[in-house]
């Protein structure tokens, strides 16, 4: 199923609009879809910066724990990493 698109407006200092219209050109694609994949390239990168601050509040919670043994740790933390997959997926 195809997402649906929606027009919008936004402003942009005119440098980046210029390297978009320069880039659009050279690639043969619209100015709308460069926008598009720069703005998902760039969420994308969002979601793995939240997963890596969540892997890093993870650890040290485990580390926290000494208790654990090296496995029931990994353990925790494969279980985590699942968790956090699924919800971003």
Same mark, same amino acid.
């Given at each position: 199923?195809?997402?649906?698109?929606?027009?919008?407006?936004?402003?942009?200092?005119?440098?980046?609009?210029?390297?978009?219209?320069?880039?659009?050109?050279?690639?043969?694609?619209? =100015?709308?879809?460069?926008? =598009?994949?720069?703005?998902?390239?760039?969420?994308?990168?969002?979601?793995?910066?939240?997963?890596?601050?969540?892997?890093?509040? @993870?650890?040290?919670?485990?580390? =926290?724990?000494?208790?654990?043994?090296?496995?029931?740790?990994?353990? @925790?933390?494969?279980?985590?990493?699942?968790?956090?997959?699924?919800?971003?997926?």
């Amino acid at each position: 199923m195809k997402a649906r698109r929606r027009k919008t407006t936004f402003y942009l200092d005119a440098d980046v609009l210029t390297a978009a219209k320069v880039l659009a050109a050279a690639t043969d694609r619209s =100015e709308s879809q460069v926008v =598009e994949e720069a703005l998902r390239t760039y969420l994308k990168q969002g979601q793995a910066a939240v997963a890596r601050r969540q892997l890093a509040a @993870l650890l040290d919670r485990l580390t =926290e724990r000494a208790d654990l043994s090296d496995e029931e740790a990994l353990g @925790l933390a494969y279980d985590e990493l699942r968790a956090s997959r699924s919800e971003a997926g």
